[in-house]
């Protein structure tokens, strides 16, 4: 199952969702590769990997310069492949614009592990431009993180054009796999009636379990750890692991 961390947006925790759901799925057993789409690199750095220090990231596997292996970093944890990214990425758009089969170019890449995994998670930037294109080409579905503030279900009628358009080309079967509410504070009526909104707009896509805001969860990237090695009896913890539960679940139904 190939799933693309996808919204415009900045800031909605599409990292932190990538990168934790990544290691609650691993540590459930599950493998698990977490492709970094994003030029800025935070899910690499935030699994700890020296992201400077690589000869080879996803954009020489995206130009085809390497294959998909050789871009791809192995048992970064347990159960817990990783292709990494770096500001090298940059280029990538003006790169692969030049082709007509740029937007192909992750999907090929991806191909040959396709069996390999039991996910691939593929943390995209934020704008809807040629590396999401390629995520959205390569994904069996989307995960899209959604924060519980204001404005929040702005800019999603323009991904979901998108996301039309990539249906009606390359990717008949690419779906909505599921919406993760973040940042959560139920003190705050606000978050209750973003909820609310967002599960009137998308229904049973929305899933159960609510990412509450918590300050263990920005701290640890700096520290190279997911949440489970950073603090694994914190509420983001907690609610992580009842994330990946209910997705390995969603893909049995
Ligand atoms: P995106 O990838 O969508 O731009 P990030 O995952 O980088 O978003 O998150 C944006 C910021 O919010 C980061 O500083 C991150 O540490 C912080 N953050 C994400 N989720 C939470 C949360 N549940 N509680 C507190 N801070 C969070
Ligand atoms: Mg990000």
Redesign the pocket.
């Known amino acids: 199952m190939i799933l693309a961390l996808v919204?415009q947006k900045?800031?909605?925790?599409?990292?932190?969702t990538a990168v934790n759901l990544a290691a609650g799925l691993a540590r459930a057993k599950k493998k698990v590769l977490l492709v970094d789409l994003d030029p800025q690199g935070?899910a690499s750095s935030g699994l700890g990997i020296d992201k400077n220090e690589l000869t080879h990231t996803i954009y020489h596997g995206l130009i085809g310069e390497v294959d998909g292996e050789a871009c791809r970093l192995v048992a970064v944890r347990d159960h817990l492949d990783v292709m990494p990214a770096n500001i090298d990425l940059a280029a990538a758009e003006q790169d692969l614009g030049e082709s007509v089969e740029g937007a192909l170019s992750l999907k090929k890449c991806l191909a040959p592990f396709e069996s390999t995994y039991d996910f691939i998670l593929i943390d995209c930037p934020?704008s809807l431009g040629l590396l999401t294109i390629n995520a959205l080409i390569a994904a069996d579905g989307l995960l899209v993180?959604i924060q519980c503030e204001y404005y929040a279900l702005e800019g999603l009628s323009q991904l979901m054009e998108t996301v039309k358009q990539v249906q009606a080309s390359a990717n008949p079967d690419l779906h909505i796999f599921g919406i993760v509410m973040?940042?959560y504070d139920g003190r705050m009526r606000l978050a209750k009636q973003v909820v609310e909104e967002v599960k009137n707009a998308f229904g049973q896509a929305v899933f159960k379990t609510l990412?509450?805001?918590?300050?263990r969860?920005?701290e640890a990237?700096s520290y190279g750890q997911t949440i489970f090695e950073y603090d694994r009896l914190s509420k983001?913890a907690w609610t992580y692991k009842a994330l990946a539960k209910e997705v390995i679940a969603r893909v049995k139904e």
């Open positions: 919204n900045g800031g909605v925790a599409k990292t932190t935070n934020p993180p973040t940042m990412i509450p805001r918590n300050v969860l920005s990237p983001g």
